[in-house]
Structure formats: C-alpha cells, structure tokens
C-alpha cells in the first residue's frame, strides 16, 4: 500500500463561493491547510488533487433535468428561462443561490470525494480525507442547505456501482444527513447514521429517530436527533454507544464519514454547546473501528462548519492528524492546554475579524456551565434507547 492517508485538495474548491455574505466560506480550507502545514501534519506527499466528476457521474443520483438547470444558471449571465425556473430546482435566492460558474465548481468537489473514494477502494491509500466534501443536503432533483450537488451520496453510488461494497455512512454534523439518508433509504447495503441537533428547532427539520429506512432499506437508517446546548459529555456517549452498535451489527467493508464541526459552541448556525474535545474524539472511535472491521477502508469528508476562524481549522485538524496517526494526538492527551503553532495565528491574525485560538484544544473549564446539563444528558439517553431498539446489542 503507497499511502496511509491521503489530503484531497486543490485552492480551486474555494470557487464554490455563493456570495460574500453567505455563511458558507471555503476559505476554511485554506486555513486548515495551513495550519497542518505549519504544524508539521501535511507535506506535498500527502496532497492528491481532486477531478471533475463526469455527467453520468453525478446522475448516479441527481436527475438529469436538475443537472441540466445547475448547468444553465452556471453562466455569467442565465437565460431568463432558467432564473425563473431556479426555485423550483432550490437555486433561488434562499440558502443555496445560483452563481455564476456554480456547475464546474461543485462537480470538482463531487470528484474530489469519488477519488477519495477510489484510492481508498482500490488501495492506493488506507485512508482518505477531502474537507472540501460533505454537501450532504443537496436532494436528486434539488439543491439545499448551501448544497449543489451531493458528493457524499455520488461518492457512495460510485463505490456500490464499481466495487459493490456495503457502506456505513457516519454523519456528525450538526445538521441532519438528510439528502445522504434519502438516497439510500431503501438500499439494505448502505447504512446512514447520523448525529445532529433535533429537527424540532434546526435545518432541515429532519432525521427524527422514527426515520428508520423504507422496504428492504428498513432498519439500514439511525438518526440520534439530540437537545439543544448538548456538551461533549452526553454527545460523546451517545456517539460512542451508537457507533459501536452499528458497526458490530451492520459489518461494513468502508466507512465514509461526514465531519461538519458546527456543533461547536461557538457555531452561529445551531445551538450545540461542544468543544474541539468531540473533533478528536469521533475520529479516534472512526479510525479503531475501520480498522476493526474494515480493513481500515475510510473516506471523511468535510461538511458544515461556520465558525471558520475558531473552529473549523482546529476541528479538520484534529481529524487530520488522528486519521495519521500522529504524534501531536499523543501530545494533546497527555497536555489538553498544547499551543498552536504562532506561526499560524501571525498568518492569519489581521484577517480574522476575531481574536484567534491559542490550544488546539478548549479550556471549557472557563466556560459557563449549561444549567439544564442534568435533564439534557438524560433526555439523550432517552432518545439513544429508541434510536437502538433494533440494533443488537
């Protein structure tokens, strides 16, 4: 095998870029690239740049009418036909907004995770990682959620299609998995799991735990909806638990895993109340158990994420470097207080409209504590329970 972990990467993902003022900034890519640079995790041998991914990739999924309206309103100036038809297609003016060269933008993040995919299916690497992934809301003939095309769910068509594998697709943003979940949701040999804040107060008002897949795709979907101001604690253990369970039970030949960091608490886009702690922890469950029952075959994927100063760089770090192995993660158990580098906070302090991080980790031993935290964490166990009634113990 040539590689452990590859880093899937090209600067020109950063075009997938609504407007100035829209929450989704890729420029977060950027950031963490070079914070694992600077922190001696990424070198050019890890780097493995992204292709465009192919029509009749992209319909593995999307319908071809959809494909054709993302194309149209592509252009620097759409043809009014296809303005008017946009908010039909969910590429109106609302989250997800048409913008000039969107198709050719979105269809490289697309290829990026089926490369991952590939190198990871074939054995060219172990594992795979590409942050510019995760557009996990976009529907076949829809797009939502700042989601165009959904890489996630072609990426996973693309290695039933080509390799025939069962895969467990791992969800840990704080929105739920919606579009992965209704693409596969009657498929028996693609489990969706997914962890996020309850639709009863967040986007996109899905992934109740009684969303459990349809036909013979019943029982291949868990949702682990949890309350809001959840902290690490209580979402780590019903992480783990769940996790745990359905690997055991499903017996999945990869694990592709989607690694939005916006339940941090400091997201302005939901109302989860975790620290960077949950950002090395997931990883470290992910990696044992690809290892355990996978041969290690393991794709992550990048996701939400709107903190992307504070946050994001630090969290896909973590990700990066527990997928590596590396020896900072060692360093962090033993001194949670382990600085960043200052190399990276002088790069980047008179961009960042706030003060930068000084540890990869949080001290949330300063922070407030959450008053509810009691009712909350049993509140969870509850909907853990439910979410596991038919997963074997």
């Known amino acids: 095998m040539s590689h452990k972990a590859i880093f899937v990467y090209d600067e020109n993902e950063t075009a997938y870029h609504f407007n100035d003022s829209h929450p989704f900034n890729q420029v977060r890519l950027k950031l963490t690239r070079d914070l694992l640079m600077k922190a001696g995790a990424l070198d050019a041998s890890h780097l493995y740049a992204p292709r465009l991914a192919e029509e009749d ?49 979105t269809r490289l993040i697309v290829g990026g995770s089926i490369e991952a995919a ?13 942050l510019g992934g995760g557009l996990h809301h976009a529907l076949a003939g829809k797009g939502a959620g700042f989601c165009v095309y959904n890489d996630a769910s072609v990426a996973i068509a693309s290695i039933r299609a080509r390799y025939g594998a069962r895969v467990l697709y791992v969800d840990t943003d704080v929105h739920h998995g919606d579009g992965v979940q209704w693409s596969f949701y009657h498929d028996p040999d693609v489990f969706t799991l ?18 459990r897949g349809a036909d013979e795709g019943y029982g291949a979907c868990v949702n682990v909806p949890m309350e809001p101001y959840t902290e690490d604690d209580s979402w780590l253990e019903n992480f783990h638990e769940v996790m745990e369970r359905t690997v055991r039970h499903f017996k999945p030949d990869v694990i592709v895993s989607q690694h939005g960091c916006d339940a941090h608490a400091f997201d302005p886009l939901a109302h989860i109340h975790c620290s960077t702690r949950i950002y090395a922890e997931m990883p470290k469950a992910i990696h044992r158990l690809a290892h355990e029952y996978c041969g290690g075959k393991w794709i992550a994927l990048g996701g939400g994420g709107y903190d992307i100063w504070r946050v994001v760089p630090r969290a896909w770090s973590l990700l990066w470097l527990v997928m590596t192995d590396h020896t900072l993660i060692e360093r962090l158990e033993r001194d949670p207080s382990l600085p960043l580098p200052e190399s990276w906070r002088a790069a980047w302090a008179a961009e960042s409209p706030v003060e930068l991080p000084t540890t990869w980790l949080d001290p949330v031993e300063r922070w407030t504590p959450i008053p509810r935290r009691g009712e909350i964490t049993e509140l969870n166990r509850r909907t853990r329970e439910i979410a596991l009634l038919y997963i074997p113990t």
């Open 57 to 105: 990739e992209l319909t593995l999924i999307h319908t071809p009418e959809y494909v054709e309206a993302v194309k149209r309103l592509s252009a620097p100036v759409p043809d009014a036909q296809a303005v008017a038809e946009a908010e039909r297609f969910g590429l109106d003016e609302g989250d997800t907004p048409y913008f000039a060269g969107m198709h050719d933008a």
């Open 118 to 130: 590939d190198a990871v299916m074939s054995g060219r690497a172990e594992h795979a990682l590409h």
């Open 194 to 211: 997914s962890f996020h804040e309850t639709g009863k107060y967040l986007f996109p008002g899905t992934g109740d735990v009684s969303e």
